[in-house]
């Protein structure tokens, strides 16, 4: 049987994680695309010559030519600029839909068939964009943000709480932005509840609150943290390794619940935008959204980011 193809729109730094992830897990066969002449084929050269040694018998290539996406299964969208210092995501909004218009279009015209995943950024209009220019059903096209926000937190709170964090599970839905919402009340660790064990640990709960509170609002600023200290380009390993989970569920059928920016038909009282919610990935892509019971405060959050979006998207006029 032939390999799965994977085609990578955006050869930058998430799109050289990204090839080299795939290749390292034999997911398939790796395109990388970018308009910059030779930059992709000398990055994927780079990899592949690493085969021998990783032992992969994947084909990692590059190209500058939308024609070599065809056949893929699965193509990921890195196409854009990252943000500055002192830049929010929405910030790249005008410079990223003229590119993500272009990208949408070699899509459609050369992989009618993918299950696409958006990485670039801000998240929930490129993601609302590609889906309206390619006209691929809402279940094959999705954006990574929620995977990377919910590993963020589940990071944080292993770290503060000394455990692994394979035992650790957190959650962020809505928007990729400075509204997103950490689901305090759904983190566990290994079922146990987070607030439980920061209780036992501080014996106080007012401490353990502010402990808590302190973790969620760095999760919301996460990103831009990694901004700072980086001082020129954005996150591109936690990004890479987050769309690669989701891809990998996709191609392996294993219907992992991610939480992932899906279109929502209903779910939340939100109608037929792209937000931030529990998805099963499996075979036929988005094959679930799952909609948790969230309390007043905590529906309230989400409104509160869905509004953001709702602006965001509005703002591009589609
Ligand atoms: N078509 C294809 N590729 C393009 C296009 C285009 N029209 N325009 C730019 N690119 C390529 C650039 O040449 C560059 O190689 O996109 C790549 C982006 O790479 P980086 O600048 O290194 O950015 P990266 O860190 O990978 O982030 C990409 O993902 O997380 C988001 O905010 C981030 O929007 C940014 C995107």
Known sequence: MARPKISLIGGGQIGGVLAQLCALRELGDVVMFDIVENMPQGKTLDIAEASPVDGFDVSVTGTNDYKDIAGSDVVIVTAGLPRKPGMSRDDLIEVNSKIMTSVSEGIRDNAPDAFVIIISNPLDAMVTLCQKITGFPSERVCGQAGVLDSSRFAAFIAWELGV?????????????????????????????????????????????????????????AAGGEVVKLLGNGSAFYSPASSAVAMAESFLKDQKRVLPTCALLDGQYGVDNFYVGVHCVIGAGGIEKILELKLDETEQALMDNSVAAVKELVGSMNL
Do not use: C, F, N, W
């Not at 990729?176 to 607030?195: C, E, F, K, N, Q």
């Open 164 to 220: 692994s964090v394979k035992d650790v599970t957190a959650i962020t839905l809505g928007g990729h932005g400075d509204t997103m919402v950490p689901l305090v009340r759904y983190a566990s660790v290994a079922g146990i509840p987070v607030m439980e064990l920061l209780e036992q640990k501080y014996g106080d709960a007012a401490k353990a609150q502010e402990v808590m509170t302190a973790m969620v609002e760095r999760t919301k």
